[in-house]
T-cell receptor, first 113, second 112 residues
Framework: DGGITQSPKYLFRKEGQNVTLSCEQN?????MYWYRQDPGQGLRLIYY???????QKGDIAEGYSVSREKKESFPLTVTSAQKNPTAFYLC????????????FGPGTRLTVL | AQSVTQPDIHITVSEGASLELRCNYS??????LFWYVQSPGQGLQLLLK??????LVQGIKGFEAEFKRSQSSFNLRKPSVHWSDAAEYFC??????????FGTGTRLTVIP
């Protein structure tokens, strides 16, 4: 079955540690996205990538980093510079064509202790 | 700048009643508009989308939405709500490079 996988589903880290969230897709999509979700704030775009080896900052990129070395993978690193990292993180992908549907993974809930 | 407003944070309806969730957008050109649904702790699933053409769009699970340019609205409707429809609903507008700008969501509670 084609889809998007995110791992792990729950992640706990100590304050000051970097942590990397995994996102893999087998939909052969060119574009991939990372969103952060907080209660009452909807989804906010962190980073997106339209093609391998290229990515752009979204609305709230500070304290985050990404890489896109393979078409299938778009890992997100939450660095110690992110002031409030506890949130639900969602990865998505699409063909990249204008207005195309974005398909979402099941999400990773990150809790920083 | 593009924006999406969902004025209702939480709506409660009885099972079998009709439903309308409001969405207002701000966008210079003809927008690409989407409605997604999210069950607790899960990812988002697309219900329907509007690109152009017929302003009444049919989606999955019996949902429909109507694009009204004069009111800058894209409200989601369902004639008879089922208990399984309880979830959070997000309206979104596509902007440059196919990014989505999401509203803050409306949580739907269905009572028996």
């Amino acid at each position: 079955d084609g889809g998007i996988t995110q791992s792990p589903k729950y992640l706990f880290r100590k304050e000051g540690q970097n942590v990397t969230l995994s996102c893999e897709q087998n939909l052969n999509h060119d574009a991939m996205y990372w969103y952060r979700q907080d209660p009452g704030q909807g989804l906010r775009l962190i980073y997106y990538s339209q093609i391998v080896n290229d990515f752009q900052k979204g609305d709230i990129a500070e304290g985050y980093s990404v890489s896109r070395e393979k078409k299938e993978s778009f890992p997100l690193t939450v660095t110690s510079a992110q002031k409030n990292p506890t949130a639900f993180y969602l990865c998505a992908s699409s063909t990249g064509l204008g207005g195309d549907t974005q398909y979402f993974g099941p999400g990773t809930r990150l809790t920083v202790l | 700048a593009q924006s999406v407003t969902q004025p209702d944070i939480h709506i409660t309806v009885s099972e079998g009643a009709s439903l309308e969730l409001r969405c207002n957008y701000s966008y210079g050109a003809t927008p690409y508009l989407f409605w997604y649904v999210q069950s607790p702790g899960q990812g988002l699933q697309l219900l329907l989308k509007y690109f152009s053409g017929d302003t009444l769009v049919q989606g999955i699970k019996g949902f429909e939405a109507e694009f009204k340019r004069s009111q800058s609205s894209f409200n989601l409707r369902k004639p008879s709500v089922h208990w399984s429809d309880a979830a959070e609903y997000f309206c979104a507008v596509a902007r440059g490079a196919n990014n989505l700008f999401f509203g803050t969501g409306t949580r739907l509670t269905v009572i028996p």
